[in-house]
């Protein structure tokens, strides 16, 4: 408990310049990106109508989260997206958040402005010839990173709520037809085809 406090009033007391300032690449996301996304995804590893397809990081995002279990996402949902070959950065201020999202991270940012900036970077990794990985490598609060010590218990916790993700609360697991692959670009997640 005195860790989270720490950590909190650390946060809190950070000046508002040391915020990462939104990329200009970054991608809304949206309800229709799901969609986009899904009939992409579809056209290349179900349908196989299309030998490699490219998704755009706001709408490839939109679909993980409708995978996750979220049923609507506002229309006024103020998260971004921007997507290179290492990373996808997913961020937003805390008053953008859905009350339930708020309140699974209440922790994190019960004490903070809601004009605070919250960030996510995840990766994309291979997981045998028959799945991609997800994995938040690390999260920060106004640009300060969250010590691994803290996101690791507060992400086990989120773990335990969604059974899509992994236990840690940190992976999500992603199924493609054996030989078919996944990779990040510039902007989006390129999918290639089975052989």
Not at 29 to 48: K, M, P, Q
Not at 74 to 103: K, S
């Given at each position: 408990?005195?860790?989270?406090?720490?950590?909190?009033?650390?946060?809190?007391?950070?000046?508002?310049?040391?915020?990462?300032?939104?990329?200009?690449?970054?991608?809304?996301?949206?309800a229709?990106?799901?969609?986009?996304?899904?009939?992409?995804?579809?056209?290349?590893?179900?349908?196989?109508?299309?030998?490699?397809?490219?998704?755009?990081?706001?709408?490839?995002?939109?679909?993980?989260?409708?995978?996750?279990?979220?049923?609507?996402?506002?229309?006024?949902?103020?998260?971004?997206?921007?997507?290179?070959?290492?990373?996808?950065?997913?961020?937003?201020?805390?008053?953008?958040l859905?009350?339930?999202?708020?309140?699974?991270?209440?922790?994190?940012?019960?004490?903070?402005?809601?004009?605070?900036?919250?960030?996510?970077?995840?990766?994309?990794?291979?997981?045998?010839?028959?799945?991609?990985?997800?994995?938040?490598?690390?999260?920060?609060?106004?640009?300060?990173?969250?010590?691994?010590?803290?996101?690791?218990?507060?992400?086990?916790?989120?773990?335990?709520?969604?059974?899509?993700?992994?236990d840690?609360?940190?992976?999500?697991?992603?199924?493609?037809?054996?030989?078919?692959?996944?990779?990040?670009?510039?902007?989006?997640?390129?999918?290639?085809?089975?052989?």
């Amino acid at each position: 408990m005195r860790l989270t406090s720490c950590l909190l009033l650390a946060l809190a007391a950070a000046p508002l310049a040391a915020q990462t300032a939104p990329d200009s690449a970054a991608r809304p996301i949206v309800a229709a990106g799901v969609f986009r996304a899904a009939a992409l995804v579809d056209s290349v590893y179900l349908d196989r109508r299309r030998d490699s397809a490219t998704i755009d990081a706001g709408d490839f995002t939109a679909y993980l989260m409708a995978r996750l279990g979220l049923r609507l996402i506002p229309p006024d949902f103020g998260f971004t997206v921007t997507a290179d070959t290492l990373q996808l950065r997913i961020g937003g201020r805390i008053a953008d958040l859905p009350a339930e999202a708020r309140q699974a991270l209440a922790q994190l940012v019960y004490l903070l402005p809601p004009d605070s900036r919250l960030e996510g970077q995840v990766e994309l990794l291979p997981a045998g010839r028959e799945a991609v990985r997800f994995h938040l490598r690390g999260a920060s609060v106004r640009g300060i990173p969250v010590p691994e010590t803290f996101l690791a218990l507060l992400m086990a916790d989120i773990g335990r709520k969604y059974p899509a993700l992994t236990d840690t609360g940190r992976d999500l697991f992603v199924q493609v037809p054996p030989g078919a692959g996944m990779r990040l670009v510039d902007g989006g997640v390129a999918l290639r085809g089975p052989p």
